[in-house]
């Protein structure tokens, strides 16, 4: 019997990057997973997956595992009413959240337009707020219900645009006050912040600055969606019954210094 068999595990942003590596990963460990994402196929990057030929479920598939996809845009709430009532419908229960989509626009404060601003913070902030709002039902349902964030190290400095990092030091606090709110339901709520992971994200980086980079960590390699995957694992595992409201950091030793 494998960790996950009998779950029901939604993960958004599923079609590429960190997303598909944490709904292949959860496959592999029985799960059945519901995929969504506003494009089913992957995201083709400069860097990183370039190369792709296969969409998410496909590779679940290939590897005798169990899922579907359900196009979704987290900025659009009748989709998120949508996809939780196509869940409710079919399942009747959801064990495992991970809200992982998110967006990237650089540029500096006096670059960045609202419209940009609006269009990263109402997806990587509020999307995640309406999503895990309409799950809570369907979580209260499961023995073990998990919600698990996907955040970065950004969350802990400047950088990478004013969007970006505000909305994702919004989420290390949102993880915070969801779980003191939903933890007389057994439902724990963490977040993950990855460091520099080889996804399609990271296009706006040029090949110097990303060598460069890596030669600031402690170990010595960029990081993978499975590293990202292997800490979402642990997290929806029974092993982390008792961790909630706290925010994991993988990132090979990037912040350590700082």
């Not at 009998?6 to 799960?31: D, M, W, Y």
């Not at 506003?38 to 296969?54: R, V």
């Not at 579907?68 to 996809?83: A, V």
């Amino acid at each position: 019997m494998k960790k996950f068999d009998n779950s029901v595990c939604l993960v958004t942003g599923g079609s590429s990057g960190i997303g598909r590596g944490v709904a292949i990963e959860f496959a592999k460990e029985g799960a059945f997973v519901v995929i969504t994402d506003i494009q089913e196929n992957p995201k083709i990057g400069k860097y990183h997956d370039t190369d792709l030929s296969t969409t998410t479920l496909e590779e679940i598939k290939n590897i005798g595992g169990k899922g579907i996809f359900i196009k979704t845009d987290l900025s659009n709430d009748n989709d998120i009413r949508n996809l939780v009532e196509k869940i409710k419908t079919d399942f009747e229960k959801l064990d495992i959240l991970v809200n992982n989509a998110g967006i990237h626009i650089p540029g500096s404060i006096e670059d960045l337009s609202i419209q940009d601003w609006d269009l990263v913070t109402g997806v990587n902030i509020r999307g995640i707020f309406v999503l895990s709002k309409n799950c809570i039902e369907l979580l209260k349902t499961s023995d073990r219900g998990r919600i698990i964030h996907i955040a970065s190290v950004h969350a802990f400095g400047g950088g990478n645009g004013p969007a970006y990092a505000s909305s994702k030091a919004g989420i290390i606090n949102l993880t915070k006050d969801m779980s003191l709110s939903l933890g007389q339901y057994g439902i724990t709520v963490n977040a993950i912040c990855p460091g520099y992971i080889e996804t399609p994200i990271q296009d706006y980086l040029k090949p110097e600055e990303i060598e460069s980079f890596k030669e600031t960590l402690s170990i010595k390699r960029l990081g993978k969606p499975k590293d990202i995957a292997n800490a979402a694992l642990f997290l929806a595992s029974e092993e982390s019954e008792w961790i909630t409201g706290t925010s994991i950091v993988v990132d090979g030793g990037g912040i350590a210094a700082i």
